[in-house]
């Protein structure tokens, strides 16, 4: 185990610029084609509007599938992935959290 845990950390470490890249493309879809639902979500971008409520509106977002009210076949592929990826990504850490063993001395 101890030779999976560094591999399976590097990829989950990478896999974060990832998602990082993906909540953009997102960002730039919804503000350039669906502007009205862009700024009804209070306009969330990586950096400037990054607030808890921003970042529980796009959450919301992703998770009830709301893409798939504004029938934009771009979108609803990046939302499948994002959610697929977003699932694989939780199962992986929760995997390395708890393959660390705590108060282990050899």
Known sequence: M???FPMMF?????????WFFL???LFKILETRHPEKYESMGKPSL???NSLSS???FMKFIFKREWRELNDSGLATLGKFM???FAIYIVGFL???FSVPLGYAP
Do not use: D
């Open 95 to 97: 995997t390395l959290l």
């Open 47 to 49: 950096i400037m509007n």
């Open 23 to 25: 909540c953009y493309r």
């Open 10 to 18: 590097g990829v989950l470490f990478c896999s974060v610029f990832v």
């Open 83 to 85: 959610l697929v990826f």
């Open 2 to 4: 101890k030779e999976v």
């Open 55 to 57: 970042n529980i509106t």
